[in-house]
Every structure is written in C-alpha cells, then in structure tokens.
C-alpha cells in the first residue's frame, strides 16, 4: 500500500504543481460568501536554511500534506517550535495533518518535500445534520469539480458492486477536530487533487461527535479507493482522528456501529460472519490491518471491533477501557446516561482486549 501511495505520489507531484497555480488564480476569483466551500494551496514562498523549511501561503490554513523522500518529517506552526512528527502512517491514508496556522516550518531528512498547505474552513451553506445522521457531500460542500479532468470528463468512474465486507480506517488526523467537515474538504481536496484520484477514497467518513460523512460519489455500493486489493469488494470508512493508542470516542464508535449494521443489512453482510475475498478467509467487519501492511486503524479503534460486530441498538450496550485498565459494560439509560453494568479485572481484561484485537 505504501510503496503503491508513494508511486503515485511522486507521479502526481508536477500536476500538483500546475494545480496549485490555477487554484491561486481562481482564490481571487472565488467569492466565498456565495460558493459552498473553497479551497487554497498556495506554497509560495520557501525558504530554506540549515534544512528547515518555511511556508507562508498568505491565508491562514487548517490542514497540510506532504510527500517527502525521506523518513521523517517534522513541523511546527511557529520558528521557536514545538516542533511535531508528521505520523508516517498518514502516508499510508493517503492523509493530511490537521493544524491550524499561518506559516508553516519544516524539517525533513529527506532531499525534497512536497508541501500542498490547504484551507477548507470556509462553510458549506446549510450546517451540518445531528449525531447518526448522513451529512451528505453538498451539505459537507464537496466541490464536484475535483472529479473533473479539465476537459469535464470524470476522472474516477464510479462502478457499483454488491460489497461482502465492511473495512475499518482511522484517518490519521486530528483527536478532538476543532472542525471535521473542513478536515473532511481537506481530505476530499486531498486525495481528489493532490493525489489525483479524482475523489476521496472512503466511502463514509465519521466524526468524534457521531456524524457521519458521504464519502466516495455514486450513493451505495460504489467502489471506494481505500484498502488496496479489497476496494472491489468492501465499503471504506475513515473514522475521524488517530487511534494508534487513544481509544475512539463513544459517539463517534457507536454511529460507526450503526453505520456498519444499517450497512450490513442493507448488503446481506453477516457482522460475525467470515468471507473468502482476493486471496484468503476474512471476517465481513475488518479492520484496515488485517487485510494490509497497515497499522491502520490502531488498537484505540480494534478496541471497538467487537462493537462494530455485535452492536444491538435495542441493548445499546457496549465494552470499554476505564482509567485503571478495566473492561467496563456500559449500558445507555434511555434518558441518554451511560452506567456501567460490569467490570473486568485486569487481568480479564488482558484476555478480553486479546480477544478484541484479533476479533474473533
Ligand atoms: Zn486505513
């Protein structure tokens, strides 16, 4: 997956640039009060000195990417730090760093970097919907123009299969995302654009507050671009942030849970069943990792794979990891509190997560 990515990557690397310079043009052409959402890349200024880098766009940005030849980047929003490392993994999503700034510092041990700074706060007319709900791609303010060459064909044909699994991502973008639908543009402008695929490559994508985003155009059943080898056959969906450690927020893990039942029913797909799919046995719910060379979606999401599996709206019950390292059953009180119903010890709870992790 990697190796594909960074193919492709460089590739694109020249049409990238040509991209940036009609998208200045067309900033300040754009009036943002009356278009539903507008993005900027504009690099134009860099200046290196003792490997550090410096990007001043001129506009205050909300997100970045960057494709590097060397193993590892680090950036700050500011010359005196704190300086960050841009998580590898991002690269393997296809993914943009959310962070919001001016200027942009970086450092690479690598001998070229680039840099597409984006800014997609401007709002989508209308807000979006309530916790559970599909905010759709024009309520999000996807610009349909991505997925359009310059002669005003589709890029990215949409074909419609019937999918036999459903595979889990994380992002690799913010926790507690100031604001997702601008991360979801950056993303969307991201793989569209930057990446040229034409489009984003999940099929969904869901929020730390439990909404859910449309991803890939063409409705039901369309073939993302988010699992290498398995596009064909499995519905994508990113959840919003980086669970490498940090366990996914209950909002956000129960309208995933939901998405993948209503999902599941809506294609025939057993959540606790197996599938044979490309080359071996896999479960229908799986995560990214499973079925490639991926940390993806780290353990603070396979945390709730048994949840995505097994989710009963009617019992709206679910396990999770308490301060002290416990399992805990909570259960949803109809007036909208949660109360824990059992407890697992440590030592239970070692078994259980082993159990969780590796699924089934
Ligand atoms: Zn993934």
């Known amino acids: 997956m990697r190796k594909?990515?960074?193919?492709?990557?460089?590739?694109?690397?020249?049409?990238?640039?040509?991209?940036?310079?009609?998208?200045?043009?067309?900033?300040?052409?754009?009036?943002?009060?009356?278009?539903a959402v507008s993005y900027t890349i504009v690099p134009t200024k860099i200046e290196a000195a003792d490997e550090v880098y410096r990007f001043t766009p001129g506009f205050g940005f909300n997100a970045f990417g960057v494709i590097a030849d060397g193993t590892k980047v680090s950036y700050s929003l500011?010359?005196?730090?704190?300086?960050?490392?841009v998580n590898p993994e991002a690269a393997e999503e296809g993914g943009i760093v959310v962070a919001y700034g001016d200027e942009l510092w970086l450092k690479t041990d690598g001998t070229s970097a680039q840099v597409t700074l984006i800014d997609s706060k401007p709002q989508a007319k209308g807000g979006l919907q309530a916790a559970g709900s599909l905010i759709t791609r024009a309520q999000w303010g996807a610009d349909e123009s991505y997925r359009l060459t310059s002669n005003g064909q589709v890029k990215w044909p949409t074909a419609i299969v019937s999918p036999k699994m459903i595979v889990?991502?994380?992002?690799?973008?913010?926790?507690?995302?100031?604001?997702?639908?601008?991360?979801?543009?950056?993303?969307?402008?991201?793989?569209?654009?930057?990446?040229?695929?034409?489009?984003?490559?999940?099929?969904?994508?869901?929020?730390?507050?439990?909404?859910?985003?449309?991803?890939?155009?063409?409705?039901?059943?369309?073939?993302?671009?988010?699992?290498?080898?398995?596009?064909?056959?499995?519905?994508g969906i990113g959840v919003l942030g980086t669970y490498t450690t940090e366990v996914a927020p209950w909002p956000q893990a129960e309208a995933t849970a939901q998405l993948i039942q209503e999902k599941a029913l809506r294609w025939g797909i057993d959540r606790q069943g197996t599938v044979w799919a490309v080359n071996g046995t896999y479960p229908t719910i799986v995560a990214h990792g499973d079925v490639g060379a991926t940390?993806?979606?780290?353990?603070?999401?396979?945390?709730?794979?048994?949840?995505?599996?097994?989710?009963?709206?009617?019992?709206?019950?679910?396990?999770?990891?308490?301060s002290e390292g416990e399992a805990e059953l909570v259960q949803k009180l109809t007036d909208g509190r949660y109360i824990t119903v059992e407890r697992k010890t440590a030592?239970?709870?070692?078994?259980?997560?082993?159990?969780?992790?590796?699924?089934?």
């Open 295 to 322: 940390a993806c979606p780290g353990n603070g999401l396979r945390h709730h794979m048994w949840t995505f599996r097994n989710y009963n709206p009617v019992a709206r019950e679910y396990w999770q990891i308490n």
């Open 168 to 235: 889990v991502h994380h992002t690799v973008t913010a926790n507690n995302d100031p604001n997702p639908a601008a991360t979801v543009r950056a993303i969307y402008y991201y793989h569209a654009i930057v990446l040229g695929w034409g489009d984003i490559g999940y099929n969904y994508l869901v929020d730390q507050q439990g909404r859910i985003y449309e991803g890939r155009y063409g409705g039901d059943g369309v073939i993302g671009g988010h699992a290498l080898k398995f596009n064909p056959v499995s519905i």
């Open 78 to 85: 500011a010359a005196d730090g704190p300086w960050e490392v």
């Open 347 to 360: 030592k239970e709870t070692a078994l259980w997560l082993w159990y969780d992790v590796l699924g089934y």
């Open 4 to 35: 594909w990515l960074l193919m492709s990557t460089s590739f694109l690397a020249i049409a990238a640039t040509l991209i940036t310079i009609s998208l200045v043009g067309s900033l300040f052409k754009a009036d943002l009060t009356t278009k």
